[in-house]
């Protein structure tokens, strides 16, 4: 499967700042990622489809303009959480679309916001 | 629109015992995985399964689909703490980009 990373691993930032988590395809070029927040024991929710070249799909509920979706290559994808606020401390994971519907998953990035 | 149901959500069994997860879709799948998140960590792919009646086995791991290609189960014998993590069933979302639905999940515990 396809190895995906993340970075950073854990951010911790002022209440206001931005936030930039990117994700990297190593060995896969990835047309579709997907970008996914989690809460503590809880499942996951996907925020949006990121398509290279192209502007993200986001889900029902998720502000645009709040996550900010970039997929410039074929092996890069980046979200920026805006004016963060301590109610978007979470953990976000991003995938990369594999073969026959499968996603392999990046390891995370916990975000705490003070 | 689409829902995947995960039984139970909590599991904790003795090692050694037999554990199994259930899951149910609101409609009918092409396909179904499986992935497995250890604490603390990030959704690793299992196995997928396509065809009607499917079983797949991995070693202590046995997988199957339905019939209808609307449910799925892992069962895992004899379990280890190696199996401890959340095990959590996707089903194709729909549509043309691939995304998957999730079910909630069954955090599974084992004591040694």
């Known amino acids: 499967g396809a190895v995906v990373s993340q970075h950073p691993s854990r951010v911790i930032c002022k209440s206001g700042t931005s936030v930039k988590i990117e994700c990297r395809s190593l060995d896969f070029q990835a047309t579709t990622m997907f970008w996914y927040r989690q809460f503590p024991k809880k499942s996951l929710m996907l925020m949006a489809t990121?398509?290279?070249?192209?502007?993200?799909?986001?889900e029902q509920g998720v502000e645009k303009d709040k996550f900010l979706i970039n997929h410039a290559s074929l092996t890069l994808s980046t979200l920026t959480v805006t004016s963060a606020h301590p109610e978007d401390s979470s953990f976000y994971i991003c995938?990369?679309?594999?073969?026959?519907?499968?996603?392999?998953f990046g390891p995370g990035t916990r975000l705490t916001v003070l | 629109g689409q829902q995947v149901m995960q039984i139970p959500q909590y599991q904790h069994v003795q090692e050694g015992e037999d554990f199994t997860t259930y899951c149910n879709s609101s409609?009918?799948?092409?396909?179904i995985q499986w992935y497995k998140q250890r604490p603390g960590g990030h959704p690793v792919f299992l196995i997928q399964l396509v065809k009607s009646g499917e079983v797949k086995k991995q070693k202590r791991l046995t997988f199957q689909f339905g019939e209808a290609k609307k449910n799925s189960s892992l069962h895992i014998t004899a379990t280890q703490t190696t199996d401890v993590g959340t095990y959590f069933c996707a089903g194709p979302g729909g549509g043309s980009n691939y995304k998957l639905t999730f079910g909630k999940g069954t955090l599974l515990t084992v004591n040694p």
């Open positions: 990121s398509n290279e070249g192209s502007k993200a799909t986001y």
């Open positions: 995938s990369v679309s594999g073969a026959f519907d499968t996603q392999y």
């Open positions: 409609t009918t799948l092409s396909n």
